[in-house]
Protein backbone atom coordinates (compact mmCIF):
# COMPACT_ATOMS: atom_id res chain seq x y z
CA UNK A 1 0.00 0.00 0.00
CA UNK A 2 3.15 2.34 0.23
CA UNK A 3 3.81 5.08 -2.54
CA UNK A 4 7.07 5.76 -1.51
CA UNK A 5 5.20 9.14 0.03
CA UNK A 6 4.07 8.34 3.58
CA UNK A 7 3.62 11.35 6.11
CA UNK A 8 6.33 10.09 8.91
CA UNK A 9 5.53 11.82 12.45
CA UNK A 10 5.41 10.61 15.81
CA UNK A 11 2.60 8.99 15.64
CA UNK A 12 2.58 7.12 12.15
CA UNK A 13 6.55 6.64 12.01
CA UNK A 14 5.96 2.62 12.83
CA UNK A 15 3.44 2.14 9.45
CA UNK A 16 6.34 1.94 7.07
CA UNK A 17 9.98 1.27 7.62
CA UNK A 18 10.52 2.17 3.79
CA UNK A 19 9.18 6.12 4.16
CA UNK A 20 10.55 5.91 8.02
CA UNK A 21 14.29 5.14 6.00
CA UNK A 22 14.60 7.40 3.84
CA UNK A 23 13.41 10.52 6.03
CA UNK A 24 15.88 9.57 8.45
CA UNK A 25 18.32 9.93 5.66
CA UNK A 26 17.11 12.79 4.13
CA UNK A 27 17.49 14.92 7.71
CA UNK A 28 21.04 13.85 7.72
CA UNK A 29 21.00 10.75 9.71
CA UNK A 30 24.33 8.69 9.07
CA UNK A 31 24.05 4.70 7.62
CA UNK A 32 25.84 3.52 11.12
CA UNK A 33 22.87 5.26 13.57
CA UNK A 34 19.81 4.34 11.20
CA UNK A 35 21.69 0.92 11.13
CA UNK A 36 22.17 0.63 15.28
CA UNK A 37 19.62 3.23 16.78
CA UNK A 38 19.49 3.38 20.42
CA UNK A 39 21.34 0.06 20.76
CA UNK A 40 23.25 0.23 23.99
CA UNK A 41 27.01 1.21 23.50
CA UNK A 42 28.38 -1.90 24.81
CA UNK A 43 26.17 -3.70 22.23
CA UNK A 44 26.50 -2.12 19.19
CA UNK A 45 30.85 -2.41 19.65
CA UNK A 46 30.07 -6.42 19.99
CA UNK A 47 27.79 -5.82 16.66
CA UNK A 48 30.98 -3.54 15.29
CA UNK A 49 33.41 -6.01 16.10
CA UNK A 50 31.80 -8.89 14.51
CA UNK A 51 30.97 -7.04 11.31
CA UNK A 52 34.77 -6.12 10.95
CA UNK A 53 35.27 -9.84 12.25
CA UNK A 54 33.20 -10.74 8.90
CA UNK A 55 34.54 -8.60 6.65
CA UNK A 56 38.44 -9.77 7.41
CA UNK A 57 36.95 -13.17 7.00
CA UNK A 58 35.81 -12.21 3.29
CA UNK A 59 39.04 -9.27 2.88
CA UNK A 60 41.92 -10.98 4.15
CA UNK A 61 44.29 -7.95 3.04
CA UNK A 62 41.93 -5.31 4.89
CA UNK A 63 42.70 -7.64 8.19
CA UNK A 64 46.16 -7.27 7.48
CA UNK A 65 45.54 -3.68 7.09
CA UNK A 66 43.68 -3.62 10.32
CA UNK A 67 46.61 -5.15 12.79
CA UNK A 68 48.47 -2.72 10.81
CA UNK A 69 46.39 0.67 11.98
CA UNK A 70 46.29 -1.15 15.75
CA UNK A 71 49.78 -1.78 16.08
CA UNK A 72 51.07 1.52 15.11
CA UNK A 73 48.08 3.09 17.54
CA UNK A 74 49.83 1.07 20.68
CA UNK A 75 52.98 2.31 19.44
CA UNK A 76 51.51 5.88 19.51
CA UNK A 77 49.99 5.85 22.86
CA UNK A 78 53.43 3.96 24.01
CA UNK A 79 55.58 6.56 22.67
CA UNK A 80 53.79 9.94 22.67
CA UNK A 81 53.03 10.76 26.29
CA UNK A 82 50.10 13.58 25.14
CA UNK A 83 48.02 12.00 22.77
CA UNK A 84 45.40 14.30 21.24
CA UNK A 85 42.45 12.68 23.14
CA UNK A 86 44.20 14.16 26.51
CA UNK A 87 44.91 17.68 25.05
CA UNK A 88 41.33 18.24 23.92
CA UNK A 89 39.93 17.06 27.53
CA UNK A 90 42.44 19.55 28.93
CA UNK A 91 41.64 22.46 26.37
CA UNK A 92 37.81 21.33 27.05
CA UNK A 93 38.23 21.51 30.64
CA UNK A 94 37.40 18.13 30.70
CA UNK A 95 39.65 16.27 33.02
CA UNK A 96 39.63 15.81 36.61
CA UNK A 97 43.58 17.03 36.93
CA UNK A 98 44.12 20.94 37.91
CA UNK A 99 43.70 23.07 34.93
CA UNK A 100 46.71 24.20 32.97
CA UNK A 101 48.79 26.90 34.53
CA UNK A 102 47.78 30.17 32.08
CA UNK A 103 51.44 32.28 30.57
CA UNK A 104 49.92 35.70 29.00
CA UNK A 105 52.30 37.93 29.62
CA UNK A 106 56.00 38.34 30.75
CA UNK A 107 55.24 38.59 34.33
CA UNK A 108 53.03 35.05 34.25
CA UNK A 109 55.93 33.70 31.96
CA UNK A 110 58.25 34.00 35.00
CA UNK A 111 55.80 32.51 37.55
CA UNK A 112 55.30 29.95 35.53
CA UNK A 113 58.88 29.10 34.13
CA UNK A 114 59.80 26.57 37.05
CA UNK A 115 56.62 24.48 35.74
CA UNK A 116 58.39 24.64 31.85
CA UNK A 117 59.63 20.99 33.20
CA UNK A 118 62.65 20.36 30.88
CA UNK A 119 66.29 20.02 31.46
CA UNK A 120 67.30 23.41 30.96
CA UNK A 121 70.32 24.71 29.21
CA UNK A 122 72.87 26.02 31.43
CA UNK A 123 72.83 30.00 31.12
CA UNK A 124 76.13 31.57 31.31
CA UNK A 125 76.13 33.71 34.61
CA UNK A 126 77.91 37.01 32.48
CA UNK A 127 74.39 37.47 30.21
CA UNK A 128 72.33 39.08 33.40
CA UNK A 129 74.07 42.46 32.97
CA UNK A 130 74.65 42.53 29.34
CA UNK A 131 71.00 42.06 28.43
CA UNK A 132 67.71 43.22 29.55
CA UNK A 133 65.86 40.83 31.94
CA UNK A 134 63.25 40.44 29.55
CA UNK A 135 65.09 39.47 26.85
CA UNK A 136 67.26 36.84 29.28
CA UNK A 137 63.55 35.50 30.07
CA UNK A 138 62.75 35.15 26.16
CA UNK A 139 65.87 33.43 25.65
CA UNK A 140 65.15 30.53 28.86
CA UNK A 141 61.83 30.13 27.48
CA UNK A 142 63.27 29.30 23.81
CA UNK A 143 66.30 27.14 25.45
CA UNK A 144 63.62 25.23 27.03
CA UNK A 145 61.19 25.10 24.06
CA UNK A 146 64.44 23.26 22.41
CA UNK A 147 64.50 20.85 25.17
CA UNK A 148 61.31 19.62 24.76
CA UNK A 149 61.65 19.17 21.28
CA UNK A 150 65.05 17.40 21.50
CA UNK A 151 63.01 15.34 23.84
CA UNK A 152 60.20 14.98 21.14
CA UNK A 153 62.80 13.94 18.58
CA UNK A 154 63.27 10.77 20.62
CA UNK A 155 59.78 10.00 21.18
CA UNK A 156 59.45 9.91 17.28
CA UNK A 157 62.03 7.64 16.33
CA UNK A 158 61.29 5.51 18.54
CA UNK A 159 57.74 5.54 17.11
CA UNK A 160 59.63 5.51 13.77
CA UNK A 161 61.10 2.05 14.57
CA UNK A 162 58.50 0.57 15.42
CA UNK A 163 56.80 0.93 12.14
CA UNK A 164 57.10 -2.51 10.13
CA UNK A 165 60.23 -2.62 7.80
CA UNK A 166 61.65 0.49 8.96
CA UNK A 167 64.38 -1.12 11.04
CA UNK A 168 65.58 -3.20 7.69
CA UNK A 169 65.74 -0.18 5.94
CA UNK A 170 69.33 1.06 4.49
CA UNK A 171 71.13 2.35 7.58
CA UNK A 172 71.46 5.66 5.70
CA UNK A 173 67.96 6.05 4.43
CA UNK A 174 66.52 5.28 8.13
CA UNK A 175 68.72 8.54 9.05
CA UNK A 176 67.99 10.40 6.22
CA UNK A 177 63.63 9.87 6.44
CA UNK A 178 64.32 10.79 10.10
CA UNK A 179 65.92 13.92 9.37
CA UNK A 180 63.24 15.16 6.75
CA UNK A 181 60.68 13.72 8.22
CA UNK A 182 60.55 14.93 12.24
CA UNK A 183 59.96 18.53 12.19
CA UNK A 184 56.83 17.70 9.77
CA UNK A 185 55.29 14.89 12.81
CA UNK A 186 56.42 17.64 15.70
CA UNK A 187 54.40 20.03 13.89
CA UNK A 188 51.37 17.59 13.03
CA UNK A 189 52.10 16.30 17.03
CA UNK A 190 51.50 20.16 17.97
CA UNK A 191 48.19 20.87 16.02
CA UNK A 192 46.04 18.56 18.63
CA UNK A 193 48.10 20.51 21.44
CA UNK A 194 46.73 24.01 19.75
CA UNK A 195 42.99 26.07 19.40
CA UNK A 196 42.98 29.45 18.32
CA UNK A 197 43.53 31.16 21.29
CA UNK A 198 46.97 29.41 22.35
CA UNK A 199 48.56 26.34 22.68
CA UNK A 200 49.26 23.66 25.56
CA UNK A 201 53.03 22.76 26.20
CA UNK A 202 54.94 21.06 29.11
CA UNK A 203 53.18 17.79 28.48
CA UNK A 204 49.80 19.85 29.44
CA UNK A 205 50.42 21.72 32.87
CA UNK A 206 50.74 24.99 31.20
CA UNK A 207 48.71 26.82 28.46
CA UNK A 208 50.87 30.05 26.54
CA UNK A 209 48.28 31.97 24.63
CA UNK A 210 48.77 33.03 21.14
CA UNK A 211 48.54 36.67 21.49
CA UNK A 212 51.25 36.25 24.32
CA UNK A 213 53.53 34.69 21.51
CA UNK A 214 52.91 37.11 19.23
CA UNK A 215 54.32 39.84 21.28
CA UNK A 216 57.67 38.51 21.94
CA UNK A 217 60.41 40.12 19.79
CA UNK A 218 61.09 39.80 16.46
CA UNK A 219 61.89 36.94 15.22
CA UNK A 220 60.76 34.70 17.95
CA UNK A 221 57.20 36.01 17.53
CA UNK A 222 56.91 34.79 14.18
CA UNK A 223 58.22 31.34 15.10
CA UNK A 224 54.43 29.99 15.87
CA UNK A 225 51.93 32.18 14.53
CA UNK A 226 52.57 29.74 11.33
CA UNK A 227 51.72 26.75 13.22
CA UNK A 228 48.52 28.08 14.79
CA UNK A 229 47.28 28.77 11.01
CA UNK A 230 48.32 25.37 10.10
CA UNK A 231 46.78 23.55 13.47
CA UNK A 232 43.44 25.53 13.08
CA UNK A 233 43.06 24.24 9.74
CA UNK A 234 44.54 20.59 10.21
CA UNK A 235 42.24 20.39 13.71
CA UNK A 236 38.98 20.70 11.46
CA UNK A 237 39.71 17.21 9.81
CA UNK A 238 39.01 15.47 13.18
CA UNK A 239 41.14 13.02 13.12
CA UNK A 240 41.40 10.77 16.08
CA UNK A 241 44.75 9.17 17.51
CA UNK A 242 44.42 6.29 16.05
CA UNK A 243 44.15 8.11 12.34
CA UNK A 244 47.17 10.15 13.39
CA UNK A 245 49.32 7.41 14.15
CA UNK A 246 49.20 5.93 10.83
CA UNK A 247 49.51 9.63 8.88
CA UNK A 248 52.57 10.10 11.06
CA UNK A 249 53.91 6.80 9.71
CA UNK A 250 52.89 7.61 6.07
CA UNK A 251 54.89 10.87 6.58
CA UNK A 252 58.19 9.22 7.82
CA UNK A 253 57.98 6.82 4.94
CA UNK A 254 58.54 9.63 2.11
CA UNK A 255 60.22 7.94 -0.55
CA UNK A 256 61.01 11.56 -2.43
CA UNK A 257 62.98 12.87 0.64
CA UNK A 258 66.77 14.27 -0.76
CA UNK A 259 69.62 12.36 -0.76
CA UNK A 260 67.63 8.40 -0.38
CA UNK A 261 69.78 5.67 -1.72
CA UNK A 262 67.17 2.58 -2.06
CA UNK A 263 63.73 4.73 -2.74
CA UNK A 264 61.54 1.11 -3.52
CA UNK A 265 61.20 -0.23 -0.49
CA UNK A 266 60.75 2.85 1.03
CA UNK A 267 57.66 3.86 -1.57
CA UNK A 268 56.54 0.20 -0.67
CA UNK A 269 55.78 0.16 2.53
CA UNK A 270 54.40 3.78 2.66
CA UNK A 271 51.46 2.37 0.18
CA UNK A 272 50.93 -0.38 3.04
CA UNK A 273 50.54 2.06 5.70
CA UNK A 274 48.22 4.37 2.84
CA UNK A 275 45.81 1.68 2.49
CA UNK A 276 45.65 1.27 6.23
CA UNK A 277 45.39 4.67 6.56
CA UNK A 278 42.66 4.91 3.48
CA UNK A 279 40.44 1.98 5.22
CA UNK A 280 40.40 3.36 8.73
CA UNK A 281 39.34 7.16 7.49
CA UNK A 282 36.71 4.77 5.66
CA UNK A 283 35.73 2.67 8.79
CA UNK A 284 36.38 5.76 11.43
CA UNK A 285 34.70 8.87 9.58
CA UNK A 286 31.76 7.35 7.06
CA UNK A 287 30.67 10.54 6.28
CA UNK A 288 34.03 12.56 5.92
CA UNK A 289 34.17 12.62 2.13
CA UNK A 290 37.23 13.49 0.30
CA UNK A 291 38.92 13.06 3.83
CA UNK A 292 41.87 10.83 2.89
CA UNK A 293 42.92 13.43 -0.09
CA UNK A 294 42.21 15.95 2.27
CA UNK A 295 45.16 14.76 4.76
CA UNK A 296 47.50 13.59 1.94
CA UNK A 297 46.82 17.61 1.05
CA UNK A 298 48.17 18.26 4.58
CA UNK A 299 51.60 16.83 3.50
CA UNK A 300 51.97 19.85 0.43
CA UNK A 301 51.42 22.17 3.58
CA UNK A 302 53.95 20.48 5.86
CA UNK A 303 57.01 20.46 3.55
CA UNK A 304 56.33 24.70 3.21
CA UNK A 305 55.70 24.93 6.57
CA UNK A 306 59.28 23.30 7.92
CA UNK A 307 61.27 24.86 4.72
CA UNK A 308 59.67 28.16 6.31
CA UNK A 309 60.71 27.40 9.90
CA UNK A 310 64.15 25.88 8.40
CA UNK A 311 64.88 29.60 7.27
CA UNK A 312 63.42 31.53 10.49
CA UNK A 313 66.08 29.36 12.10
CA UNK A 314 69.05 30.46 10.31
CA UNK A 315 67.97 34.16 10.88
CA UNK A 316 68.27 33.67 14.32
CA UNK A 317 71.65 31.72 14.28
CA UNK A 318 73.25 34.97 12.29
CA UNK A 319 70.95 37.54 14.30
CA UNK A 320 70.81 36.49 17.97
CA UNK A 321 74.17 35.69 19.20
CA UNK A 322 73.23 35.12 22.29
CA UNK A 323 70.83 32.49 21.36
CA UNK A 324 72.74 28.52 20.74
CA UNK A 325 70.58 26.04 18.94
CA UNK A 326 70.86 22.77 20.84
CA UNK A 327 73.06 20.40 18.72
CA UNK A 328 70.36 17.61 17.96
CA UNK A 329 68.20 19.89 16.44
CA UNK A 330 71.42 21.77 14.68
CA UNK A 331 71.85 18.30 13.43
CA UNK A 332 68.67 17.89 12.34
CA UNK A 333 68.32 21.19 10.11
CA UNK A 334 71.69 21.00 8.64
CA UNK A 335 71.54 21.48 4.99
CA UNK A 336 68.07 20.39 5.33
CA UNK A 337 66.14 22.22 1.96
Not at 12 to 23: D, H, I, L, M
Not at 82 to 94: D, E, H, M, Q, Y
Not at 208 to 228: D, G, I, Q
Request: proline share 4%; hydrophobic share 40%; charged share 25%.
Amino acid sequence: HCDLHCRIHKKSRNKCQYCRFQKCLMVGMSHNAIRFGRMPQAEKEKLLAEFSTDMDHMHPESADLRALARHLYESYLKYFPLTKAKARAILSGKTSDNAPFVIHDMKSLMEGEHMINCRQMPMQEHRRSDMGIMQEVELRFFHSCQSRSAEAVSEVTEFAKSVPGFVNLDLNDQVTLLKYGVIEVLIIMMAPLMNKDGTLISYGQIFMTREFLKSLRKPFCEMMEPKFEFSVKFNMLELDDSDMALFLAVIILSGDRPGLLNVKPIEDLQETVLHSLELQLKTNHPDSLQLFAKVLQKMTDLRQLVTDHVQLIQLMKETELDWCLHPLLQEIMRDLY
